[in-house]
T-cell receptor, first 112, second 109 residues
Framework: NAGVTQTPKFQVLKTGQSMTLQCAQDMNHNSMYWYRQDPGMGLRLIYYSASEGTTDKGEVPNGYNVSRLNKREFSLRLESAAPSQTSVYFC???????????FGPGTRLTVT | EDQVTQSPEALRLQEGESSSLNCSYTVSGLRGLFWYRQDPGKGPEFLFTLYSAGEEKEKERLKATLTKKESFLHITAPKPEDSATYLCAVQYNFNKFYFGSGTKLNVKP
């Protein structure tokens, strides 16, 4: 089992460009999450999907959109990137809405 | 207002020197408290889940405990390979997850 995979690993964008971060899990989990991690601030929840077909905002959703493509895949889209979105992005999944989450390796995004 | 506070921010230990990391939380209606280990450049790795006060979980040199307002991660006789950042997270409601900023542990041989 690969667990949670994310692509790309690294990305550099110019302000105003758009991109989609991809995430997939092979653990047959129902719930999936997107976080950002910034120095000194801990992980912050951007969006989550409790189950296939549903998505909800987390703590810091502004400037992002998500799509739960199917049970395995959950993508995060930046429509118009801003320097404030420079961060490391992690995708995670959990069996259900309550319980431990399993994280992917992360995407390091720099917006210039 | 911080929901989860971890202390200390950094901890340096000699190999074999036991210690504890603290995670205090202010949320009510806790659904779960989670401990993770994160190595540089990698995603957090799940360690323990605690659901109710008095609960304890143990794995190798690590033991996690939970009270009504805080959790401790006890490290017994640590080795250099235990060096990492340890993260605490709390969940309340289905969409409320809060992570602490972590404790960076450095174990010297």
């Amino acid at each position: 089992n690969a667990g949670v995979t994310q692509t790309p690993k690294f990305q550099v964008l110019k302000t105003g460009q758009s991109m989609t971060l991809q995430c997939a899990q092979d653990m047959n989990h129902n719930s999936m999450y997107w976080y950002r991690q910034d120095p000194g601030m801990g992980l912050r929840l951007i969006y989550y999907s409790a189950s296939e077909g549903t998505t909800d905002k987390g703590e810091v959703p502004n400037g992002y959109n998500v799509s739960r493509l199917n049970k395995r895949e959950f993508s995060l889209r930046l429509e118009s990137a801003a320097p404030s979105q420079t961060s490391v992005y992690f995708c995670a999944s959990s069996e259900d809405r309550v319980g431990e989450q399993y994280f992917g390796p992360g995407t390091r995004l720099t917006v210039t | 207002e911080d929901q989860v506070t971890q202390s200390p921010e950094a901890l340096r230990l000699q190999e074999g020197e036991s210690s504890s990391l603290n995670c205090s939380y202010t949320v009510s209606g806790l659904r779960g408290l989670f401990w993770y280990r994160q190595d540089p450049g990698k995603g957090p790795e799940f360690l323990f889940t605690l659901y109710s006060a008095g609960e304890e979980k143990e794995k190798e040199r690590l033991k996690a405990t939970l009270t009504k307002k805080e959790s401790f991660l006890h490290i017994t006789a640590p080795k250099p390979e235990d060096s990492a950042t340890y993260l605490c997270a709390v969940q309340y409601n289905f969409n409320k997850f809060y992570f602490g900023s972590g404790t960076k542990l450095n174990v010297k041989p």
